[in-house]
Structures are given as structure tokens and as C-alpha cells.
């Protein structure tokens, strides 16, 4: 295997974890479980189940579980507040982290023997606000909380549409959740287990890991690739608008990763779901370019997509809008951030690396009139 080497800690252990295995080779496992297997066969909340307690959930599990997420889904009258108190114009990644830093103050974690009840609160209650902060600041609309949706994905998808999903949608944004809850240690991630070092609560160190995932060189990365290919006016012209981009040198967002060498796992299963999407929706051509865009750079550059790519037809084919994409992937790695804080939490030692020292060598006091 290739040693990753170079800034940003690459190439470099920061610590063990039980929870997930990225391969550069392009394999993701959680707990073992390939990431193929887990969007063939399994639900979001299976998933969840599985990353927060461990094990893979029995019927009687399951069904317990989701009945607990569908009862924590209601927001407090004073989170309602708040959530109205929010501006259209803010980041929607600010709003996720005030509802979690909110529900801190409102709803803290008095011990850690609260973590897990904590997790699923906070999976249940962002998903509604951060949706209903969506329709009443976009379009004044006081949405009901409650969907009678069992899952996730659907849960989601009737508050943002206000109407009957089919049953390919609701996969299809299950699958998404799955896909993104977890990724070993990534920079939010790791930033929240360094919050997690301290001993400090699970509100704090999801709000550290959300702002982490606010930068727009980790999260937004499939709001930036819907925007480009809304750029491009008709599969013909993705050649040349690739040409253009290489030639200007402007990142071509959605392409390459961190770790991944070859390929990103997760980017063919999405990138099938887009597909099918695509046949029953009027604008097929944001599907088409993304294909056209994924094989000419892979002949040109030798880049391959990673998970965001595909995700941003897909997403638009849902009917979600551009700007609640990464909120989405926000809600999905609660889990995974939960997870981490956990295994931090139980095992520790406070995260304290050294640096090495870059700026001058030893130097004398000048006084200030000498100066």
C-alpha cells in the first residue's frame, strides 16, 4: 500500500477506532460490514443502530429503535422559537448548529450514561427543525412536525414536500443517510473527538464537529458540484466546459478524496440511484452530464468522483433544495459523530499533540524606545 505522506496529518494514525476502515484501494467497512452491503440490505436506522450500540439491531430492536426516534422528533416550543428567530440568509450549517447547541442548554447531558438517549434526540429533532426552519423562513409556512413516517429519510422528505413519497425517493435518501454517517477520522469527526478528549458533553462536541463540516473544504462539496453542473446548458458542451475548467485551473468540485486512491466506494451506489431517478424526472440532462463529466476526466486526469458527485443529481431529483444538502449530510453523520464521542469518551486521553516550530530562533529583549 501507498504511504499517504504530506500537510493536513495525512498518511498519519491520530488514533484507533473500532467504528469504521477507510482503504485508499476504495473499501469502506462499519464494524466490518461493507458499505455495498449495508445500502443493499440495510435501513438508515439499522445502520444507526449498528454504529451507536455496535451490533446489528433483531426485529424486536429495530422496531424499538424507530419507535424511539419517531417519538424524539418534535421540537420544545422554546427550540420553535429560536428556529423562527433565523434568517433566510443564514449559512444552513449555522442553523444546525445553534438547534444542537440549543438543545444543549434545554436538554443537556447530566451524565454520560445519557449518550445514547442524547444521540437519538438529536438525530430526531435536527432532521424536523432544520426542515421546518427551511419552509417557515423560505416560504412563511408553520409546517406540522409530524409525518406519521417511520423512517428518516421519509420523515424528511414529507415535511420538505408536504406530500405522498414514493417509495424509490424514500430508498434513495436512506441509502444517501447510509452513506454518509460515518468515514473514520475525517476532519469534523476528529474534531469532535478532540472535544470528546476533554470529557466534554456530546451537544459540544457535535457542535465543534458541525462547525468543522461548516468549512467549505469539507462539507457543501455536493452543493458546489450541483451548482456546476447547473453551469453547463446541454450534454454537449460538458467536454468543453471540463477543457475550460483544467485550462483556467479551477477545481472540479465532486472529484478526488483525501484517502480514496482509486475509487470512492460509495459513488457507484449513489450514482445507480440517480439514474433511475433520472428516468421519470423532466430534466434528465444534470444525471447525463454528470456521467459524460465522471468518464471524460477519468480518461483526461485519471480523477474519479468521490460520494458528492452523484449525490448532487440525485438530491435534485428528490426535490431537496441545493442549500439543504449538506445539512443532510450533517444529519446522517450525527451518528456517526455520536459514535466517535463514545468510543472517545470511554476509553481516553485527552488529545495534545505537539507541533513543530517554524518562527525564529532565540532573541533578546529590545526596549520599546530602542525599537
Not at 424536523?128 to 417557515?136: E, H
Not at 428518516?152 to 420523515?155: I, K, Q
Not at 440517480?274 to 440532462?285: A, I, R, V, Y
Given at each position: 500500500?501507498?504511504?499517504?505522506?504530506g500537510?493536513?496529518?495525512?498518511?498519519?494514525?491520530?488514533?484507533?477506532?473500532?467504528?469504521?476502515t477507510v482503504e485508499?484501494?476504495?473499501?469502506?467497512?462499519?464494524?466490518?460490514?461493507s458499505?455495498?452491503?449495508?445500502a443493499?440490505?440495510a435501513?438508515?436506522?439499522e445502520?444507526?443502530?449498528?454504529?451507536?450500540?455496535?451490533?446489528?439491531?433483531n426485529?424486536?430492536?429495530?422496531?424499538?429503535?424507530?419507535?424511539e426516534?419517531?417519538e424524539l422528533?418534535?421540537?420544545?416550543?422554546?427550540?420553535?422559537?429560536?428556529v423562527?428567530?433565523?434568517?433566510a440568509?443564514?449559512?444552513?450549517?449555522?442553523?444546525?448548529r445553534?438547534?444542537?447547541?440549543y438543545?444543549?442548554?434545554?436538554?443537556?447531558?447530566k451524565?454520560?450514561?445519557d449518550?445514547l438517549s442524547?444521540?437519538?434526540?438529536?438525530?430526531?429533532?435536527?432532521t424536523?427543525?432544520?426542515?421546518?426552519?427551511?419552509?417557515?423562513s423560505?416560504?412563511?409556512?408553520r409546517?406540522?412536525q409530524?409525518?406519521?413516517?417511520?423512517s428518516?429519510?421519509?420523515?424528511f422528505?414529507?415535511?420538505?414536500?408536504?406530500?405522498d413519497i414514493?417509495?424509490l425517493?424514500?430508498?434513495?435518501?436512506?441509502v444517501s443517510?447510509?452513506?454518509?454517517?460515518?468515514h473514520?477520522?475525517n476532519a469534523?469527526?476528529?474534531?469532535?473527538r478532540?472535544?470528546?478528549?476533554t470529557?466534554?458533553?456530546?451537544?459540544?462536541?457535535?457542535?465543534?464537529?458541525?462547525?468543522?463540516?461548516?468549512g467549505?473544504l469539507?462539507?457543501g462539496?455536493?452543493e458546489?458540484?450541483?451548482k456546476?453542473?447547473?453551469e453547463?446548458?446541454?450534454?454537449d458542451?460538458?467536454?468543453t466546459f471540463?477543457?475550460?475548467?483544467?485550462?483556467?485551473?479551477?477545481?472540479?468540485?465532486?472529484?478526488?478524496?483525501a484517502?480514496?486512491?482509486i475509487k470512492?466506494?460509495?459513488?457507484?451506489?449513489?450514482k445507480?440511484y440517480?439514474?433511475?431517478?433520472?428516468?421519470?424526472?423532466?430534466?434528465?440532462?444534470l444525471h447525463?452530464?454528470?456521467?459524460?463529466?465522471?468518464?471524460?476526466?477519468?480518461?483526461?486526469?485519471?480523477?474519479f468522483?468521490n460520494?458528492?458527485?452523484?449525490?448532487?443529481?440525485?438530491?435534485?431529483?428528490?426535490?431537496?433544495?441545493?442549500?439543504?444538502?449538506?445539512?443532510?449530510?450533517?444529519?446522517?453523520?450525527i451518528?456517526?459523530?455520536?459514535?466517535?464521542?463514545?468510543?472517545?469518551?470511554g476509553?481516553n486521553?485527552?488529545?495534545?499533540?505537539?507541533?513543530?516550530?517554524?518562527?525564529?530562533?532565540?532573541r533578546?529583549?529590545?526596549?520599546?524606545?530602542?525599537?
Open positions: 500500500m501507498k504511504k499517504l505522506q500537510a493536513g496529518l495525512r498518511g498519519q494514525s491520530a488514533g484507533q477506532t473500532s467504528l469504521s485508499q484501494e476504495g473499501s469502506l467497512r462499519y464494524l466490518g460490514f458499505i455495498e452491503d449495508l443493499s440490505h435501513s438508515f436506522e445502520v444507526a443502530y449498528l454504529l451507536l450500540l455496535g451490533e446489528l439491531p426485529e424486536g430492536n429495530l422496531e424499538q429503535f424507530e419507535n426516534l419517531l422528533r418534535t421540537m420544545p416550543k422554546s427550540l420553535v422559537n429560536v423562527e428567530s433565523i434568517p440568509e443564514a449559512h444552513p450549517m449555522e442553523v444546525v445553534t438547534i444542537i447547541s438543545m444543549g442548554v434545554i436538554e443537556p447531558e451524565t454520560f450514561d449518550q442524547v444521540s437519538k434526540r438529536l438525530l430526531g429533532v435536527t424536523t427543525a432544520i426542515v421546518y426552519w427551511y419552509k417557515y423560505h416560504e412563511g409556512a409546517i406540522n409530524e409525518t406519521g413516517e417511520k428518516v429519510a421519509a420523515h422528505l414529507k415535511l420538505l414536500r408536504q406530500e414514493q417509495d425517493h424514500k430508498r434513495t435518501l436512506d443517510l447510509t452513506l454518509y454517517a460515518e473514520e477520522f469534523s469527526t476528529f474534531t469532535g478532540v472535544c470528546a478528549s470529557l466534554s458533553d456530546l451537544h459540544s462536541c457535535l457542535t465543534a464537529a458541525v462547525g468543522s463540516l461548516r467549505p469539507h462539507g462539496a455536493n458546489e458540484a450541483m456546476m453542473l447547473e453547463i446548458e446541454s450534454v458542451e460538458v467536454k471540463v477543457d475550460k475548467k483544467l485550462e483556467n485551473k479551477e477545481k472540479i468540485m465532486g472529484f478526488g478524496h484517502v480514496y486512491s470512492d466506494p460509495r459513488s457507484d451506489i449513489i445507480e440517480s439514474s433511475e431517478l433520472s428516468k421519470d424526472h423532466k430534466d434528465k440532462k447525463d452530464s454528470a456521467v459524460i463529466m465522471e468518464a471524460y476526466l477519468k480518461e483526461k486526469k485519471g480523477l468522483p460520494t458528492d458527485f452523484f449525490h448532487a443529481p440525485a438530491y435534485h431529483y428528490l426535490g431537496i433544495p441545493t442549500k439543504l444538502f449538506t445539512p443532510l449530510f450533517a444529519i446522517a453523520r451518528v456517526g459523530w455520536s459514535a466517535h464521542t463514545f468510543e472517545q469518551r476509553n486521553r485527552i488529545i495534545r499533540p505537539s507541533a513543530d516550530y517554524i518562527g525564529p530562533g532565540d533578546s529583549w529590545i526596549n520599546i524606545e530602542s525599537r
